[in-house]
């Protein structure tokens, strides 16, 4: 009987080190060649979108895919159907909302475990929505967190952001007024922010800065600027093709660096792509996040909830017709 996990099951179920452990081994099997995985669907759907992508994990034997629906004045929904590759039986029906926060935020320590110097440093934090928290979480648990420098445009969340980074991860953080003064002495800077206009600019990075850009998944959207790219002695994406037909910062550097440039953080993790060689080397991990992501961490978020007895079963679902 497949189990129905809830936002709140889901929560309960597993942790920040979970997840970053579940998208090592994700890539770690799509490194292997054991992930099938086509590029994901995008539907315009008035002013909104429905996106879906499917992913096969063959190594650890599970299948499944992602909805997503933006509809403007409502919101965004998130669901996950899991399924077990050897029989096709359905497990899972899951919420998805914070499985995609958890995986955006694990998929970038899974890069910057190979990409930034791995020392305690001030990490910068552009944005403060559930994703640019994961992203600060995901760093903690790395171990890499001395301080938090946040900055957004509005400054009750900044200094809301900044006061509970400071309660919850017990490091000094700070609320900046601009996204520069964030940045300034920091060594790594995270950018989560859905903006049509670029918040975060090479120009202003020391030598030695770990990037991590996760907030545009859109061709209309910028986060980084070029010279973010340029810059970078290295610069590793989830996936080549979804960055460079999806994300709008990348699409426009694409006249200053190529695809065939960058590196996907399936060939880092093998050790088949670069990683840091120099403590003054900039670097960059840029992410949309994919189907892999996604079925990976729900496969851990399923067992975790069966083992829990986390969860709703529901008998005789779906209808099985004979073949």
């Given at each position: 009987?497949?189990l129905?996990i ?5 929560q ?13 081994d994700?890539?770690?099997?799509q490194g292997e060649?054991?992930v099938l ?5 995008n539907?315009?759907?008035g002013g909104g ?20 629906n933006l ?10 159907l ?8 359905l497990?899972a ?18 890069a910057?475990?190979r ?16 994703e ?14 001395r301080?938090?420098?946040i900055h ?14 400071g ?15 964030a ?18 600019h ?10 991590n850009?996760?907030g545009?998944?859109?061709?209309d959207q910028?986060?980084?600027d070029?010279?973010t790219f340029?810059?970078s002695?290295?610069v590793?994406?989830d996936s080549?093709?979804a960055?460079?037909?999806e ?8 006249g ?7 590196h996907?953080?399936a060939?880092?993790v ?14 960059l991990?840029?992410?949309v996040g994919?189907a ?22 529901i ?6 017709k004979p073949?």
């Amino acid at each position: 009987m497949p189990l129905f996990i809830n936002h709140a099951d889901v929560q309960a179920s597993v942790t920040m080190a979970d997840a970053i452990e579940a998208m090592e081994d994700a890539f770690r099997q799509q490194g292997e060649g054991q992930v099938l995985q086509p590029q994901r669907t995008n539907i315009r759907v008035g002013g909104g979108f429905l996106r879906v992508g499917p992913a096969v994990l063959q190594g650890s034997g599970w299948m499944g895919f992602k909805a997503m629906n933006l509809s403007l004045g409502v919101g965004v929904r998130y669901l996950v159907l899991l399924y077990k590759v050897a029989n096709g039986e359905l497990v899972a029906i899951m919420d998805a909302q914070h499985l995609t926060t958890l995986r955006t935020g694990a998929t970038s320590a899974v890069a910057t475990r190979r990409l930034a110097r791995l020392e305690p440093t001030d990490v910068a934090v552009i944005g403060t929505g559930p994703e640019a928290w994961a992203q600060l979480e995901a760093m903690h648990a790395l171990g890499l967190v001395r301080a938090a420098r946040i900055h957004s445009r509005t400054p009750a969340n900044r200094e809301r952001f900044a006061r509970e980074a400071g309660q919850i991860f017990d490091v000094p953080a700070d609320a900046f007024a601009t996204a520069r003064e964030a940045i300034e002495g920091c060594g790594i800077a995270v950018a989560a922010v859905k903006s049509s206009e670029t918040v975060l600019h090479g120009d202003w990075l020391a030598e030695g800065v770990h990037v991590n850009s996760i907030g545009t998944a859109r061709p209309d959207q910028r986060e980084i600027d070029p010279a973010t790219f340029t810059r970078s002695a290295i610069v590793v994406v989830d996936s080549r093709e979804a960055v460079f037909s999806e994300a709008g910062d990348a699409i426009q550097a694409q006249g200053l660096i190529a695809p065939e440039d960058v590196h996907e953080l399936a060939d880092l993790v093998l050790g088949k792509a670069p990683a840091r060689t120099d403590e003054q080397q900039i670097t960059l991990f840029k992410s949309v996040g994919t189907a892999l992501q996604d079925v990976g961490l729900a496969a851990c978020i399923y067992e975790r909830a069966r083992d829990r007895g986390v969860g709703q079963e529901i008998a005789d679902f779906p209808y099985v017709k004979p073949a």
